[in-house]
């Protein structure tokens, strides 16, 4: 049975998007790198049928940032990104980016796009709205006077929440990789498929909230942030949360604690082709990093 998570395509209005991006040269789709989470890998395998291998690649990360994961205990560390087309271009555009005559284009997944992206260039401090200070946007092509903010804010709330998880997922499988034998070595398509395996099952969790719950859970997993250590030697205080919330987090964390699916180990030669992989599809330079 295919799951999609409904609340994929129950992206709020975002009333400037439209006219801001319409005429511009989608200097964001060009110029950055787009990193990904678990979430947003899921939505676009399950939701456009395509494996996580077409639209994605891998780079090198500094290892003790959150959300890095290891194939291996050498110390490297790894994020992921949406893949580029793959030319001679200085700047080479998004592999999702469906280019324009004249220049310019738009985002060919729209419904499925990450959340990087849906919410640039918007982002929050201390809990507000605000525009990001280094856009590549056309000077005066956003304006928050004429923003939906409580959209915005929303869209970057529930940014949050799933980047907050999969850092957890991250967490689970870097404890994996470091337990298992010395010289193990895991493919990146071993890592797609835990990931693709967990989001599967977190979405048996979401499918059954309603959306009134499931917006509650979202705004008071952004006020709570703090106590949300569900794996690991420290207890969630979920006493603390509202009951929506709390349950989410029990569920959350029965998952978290219980997901041990057998994956696959590979031979250390393997690590060649994925050195070479770096080297041919390049490191990206300009990341679109997580920002709230
Ligand atoms: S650079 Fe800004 S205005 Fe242009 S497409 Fe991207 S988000 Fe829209
Ligand atoms: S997924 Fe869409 S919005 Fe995001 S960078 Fe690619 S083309 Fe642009």
Known sequence: MQIVDSRQRLSPTLSSTACACSTCTARCCIEYTVTVTGYDVWGIVSGLKLAPQQFLVYSQATSNVAGAFKLDQSGNAFDIAL????DDRQYKPCIFLAELPGGGGRCGIHAFRPHVCQTYPALTEDSIVALRKDVLCPTGAWKLVH????AWQDQIHEFVL???????VVQLWNR??????????YSIDTYYDFLLNFYQRLAVITTVLSENSWIEIVKEWNV?????VLIGDEQDSIQTKSACLAKFCRDLERLLKRFKPSVKQD????????????????????????ST
Do not use: C, F
């Not at 923003?147 to 409580?150: A, T």
């Not at 690590?271 to 330079?285: E, F, H, V, Y």
């Open 176 to 185: 994996r990789v470091d337990s298992a034998l010395p010289g193990t070595r």
């Open 83 to 86: 893949d580029k087309v793959r």
């Open 224 to 228: 709570n942030r703090s106590t949300h």
């Open 147 to 150: 923003m939906n903010v409580g």
């Open 162 to 168: 799933h980047r907050d998880i999969y850092e957890y």
């Open 267 to 290: 031979s250390l030669s393997e690590k060649q082709n994925i050195n070479s992989n770096w080297l041919a599809r390049g490191k990206p330079d300009n990341s679109l990093a997580v």
